[in-house]
């Protein structure tokens, strides 16, 4: 069942409390933590059905595999949540302003233009150029961003990006994949454009 739920939203109006806003951070985790049980849960369901079919037909074992892959990703990204320093945002340091190379006018400025200003504009920029749909396939981003210039997250260059590497850039911004069915049928592990406003603070009920 999830949280909060009828229950909860009964509680609070019985008790006449405000409605509190959840924490964008801990709610990945809860929401997180949640998909690793019912990845659990599948994943014994297939198992079992496989092993009363006998040997299994290839389908099944397919299942199996699918659904084995899916919670390791759903693991690692859970790991990466709980282990990734929280920070507030009024302890978070102000970025420093872009400021000017310093080169003489007839110079060579030092800095791409092209680049984005960071890797949640980066992705924000691949919504965009794909007419900003409500999600986009885990996959599909990292393909999209490997094509620009530059550094993600200074970790690694977009060329390099993986989508392990993509998750754990991304976790502490408090965005994960979630199971969802694109306008093109696929159901994919996808980030959503929802949650990347949410993350970047643009409010998206105003």
């Known amino acids: 069942m999830p949280f909060p739920n009828f229950l909860d939203s009964f509680a609070i109006n019985l008790l006449g409390a405000t409605p509190l806003e959840a924490n964008p951070r801990h709610r990945a985790i809860l929401d ?22 006998g040997k299994g037909t290839a389908q099944q074992l397919e299942a199996c595999i699918d659904a084995l892959a899916e919670r ?27 400021v000017p190379c310093g080169l003489e006018r007839d110079e060579e400025c030092c800095q791409d233009p092209e680049r984005p200003g960071d890797l949640l504009e980066a992705c924000l920029g691949v919504f965009a150029q794909l007419g900003d749909p409500y999600a986009v396939a885990s996959a599909d981003l990292v393909d999209a961003l490997r094509d620009l210039p ?20 991304l976790a502490p911004h408090g965005l994960r994949t979630r199971d969802i069915t694109l306008p093109d049928g696929r159901r994919r592990k996808s980030y959503q454009l929802d949650a990347l406003f949410t993350s970047m603070g643009v409010c998206t009920s105003c």
Not at 35 to 41: A, E, G
Not at 79 to 90: F, G, I, N, V
């Open 150 to 169: 530059g550094i993600a997250g200074k970790h690694w260059r977009y060329s390099d990006l993986t989508q392990a590497r993509l998750a754990e850039l």
């Open 32 to 53: 997180a933590y949640t998909d690793v049980q019912n990845l659990d849960r599948r994943l014994l369901t297939d198992i079992a059905t496989a092993i009363e079919a």
């Open 72 to 98: 390791f990703i759903a693991g690692y990204q859970l790991s990466l949540l709980l282990s990734t320093d929280c920070c507030c945002a009024e302890d978070a340091a102000e970025a420093e302003p872009c």
